[in-house]
Nanobody, 120 residues
Framework: QVQLVESGGGLVQPGGSLRLSCAASAITFSSYNMGWYRQAPGKQRELVATITSGSGTSTNYIDSAKGRFTISRDNAKNTVYLQMNSLQPEDTAVYYC????????????WGQGTQVTVSS
């Protein structure tokens, strides 16, 4: 059974940092494009960052995350990370991890989410 388990969320003050992790199991992790999405209360889920399969040579970020967030992957640990710096209250949301096979698009999985709250 495929599982994506996020961790690392929490409460942080504006300007602070958090590192989210998403550990995958029961998939060939290196074959999956990975992404972080977020959903704030009353809003639609939005893409935050993506990283390509394999060595993750290509990354993509929502404009508001550029220069503040960094997505990375460790295929040996079947884990994708999201380093978030200079956090702002508008970053408050539930953050979800997504895995999609690079070739078989229907092989798509979501994690359960981790709450990030930015508040003083």
């Amino acid at each position: 059974q495929v599982q994506l388990v996020e961790s690392g969320g929490g409460l942080v003050q504006p300007g602070g940092s958090l590192r989210l992790s998403c550990a995958a199991s029961a998939i060939t992790f290196s074959s999956y494009n990975m992404g972080w999405y977020r959903q704030a209360p009353g809003k639609q889920r939005e893409l935050v960052a993506t990283i390509t399969s394999g060595s993750g040579t290509s990354t993509n970020y929502i404009d508001s995350a550029k220069g503040r967030f960094t997505i990375s992957r460790d295929n040996a640990k079947n884990t994708v990370y999201l380093q978030m710096n200079s956090l702002q209250p508008e970053d408050t949301a539930v953050y979800y991890c997504r895995a999609q096979h690079w070739m078989i698009s229907k092989n798509l999985y979501w994690g359960q989410g981790t709450q990030v709250t930015v508040s003083s």
